[in-house]
């Protein structure tokens, strides 16, 4: 019985280990992937990727009132022919990340370490879109946040890079440099 759980110590400190990635010069580099994504996705390749902008506005659910495709503001696409489809007006900052801006954010979303804590509100009030875009500069993936909801929509192509916790994105928009997350600040 011990031996059992000395075992079952000594592999879950090991599984434990953080996993380092250097970035190299070049816009290739490759990111693990937790374990519950499926095994056709254990690698997030980001030779495509090359740009990732970060917006943020006013809640866009009170002042969005463009209709897309027949879908209201709560419902519609938020990108199509690489235009946003919505007033760009209302944007107060936006963030262009640097390569290791690029691999923090990429590990963030791949990460599934976040406890069930963090509970899905019935509400959304989107302040934050997190733009990838090729090395084309066309949009080939966005994700909206809503931090204090703890809710997001997102392009169907992240769809398994949902898992991270929105406190977590919350302290990475702070560290590169968002500074509105509400009209009081938070």
Not at 11 to 17: E, F, T, V
Not at 72 to 80: R, V, W
Not at 97 to 126: F, G, R, W
């Amino acid at each position: 019985m011990k031996k059992l759980l000395c075992f079952i110590v000594l592999i879950a400190g090991l599984s434990c280990k953080k996993n380092q990635t250097s970035i190299k010069n070049n816009d290739t580099y490759e990111i693990p992937i937790s374990k519950s994504i499926n095994k056709t996705n254990r690698i997030f390749k980001l030779d495509r990727l090359s740009k990732i902008e970060i917006l943020s506005y006013p809640n866009r659910i009170l002042w969005d009132t463009i209709s897309f495709n027949g879908m209201t503001p709560f419902d519609k696409e938020l990108i199509s022919n690489n235009k946003l489809t919505f007033e760009s007006k209302f944007i107060k900052e936006i963030i262009n990340l640097n390569k290791e801006q690029i691999l923090e954010l990429t590990q963030l979303m791949s990460s599934d370490s976040c406890e069930p804590k963090e509970m899905v509100a019935a509400c959304y009030m989107p302040r934050h879109l997190i733009l990838f875009k090729n090395k084309k500069d066309t949009i080939i993936a966005y994700n909206e946040i809503c931090i204090e909801c703890v809710g997001s929509r997102y392009s169907s192509n992240i769809e398994v890079y949902q898992k991270y916790c929105m406190t977590d994105m919350k302290d990475f928009f702070k560290k590169v440099g968002i500074k509105y997350f509400g009209e009081n600040g938070e």
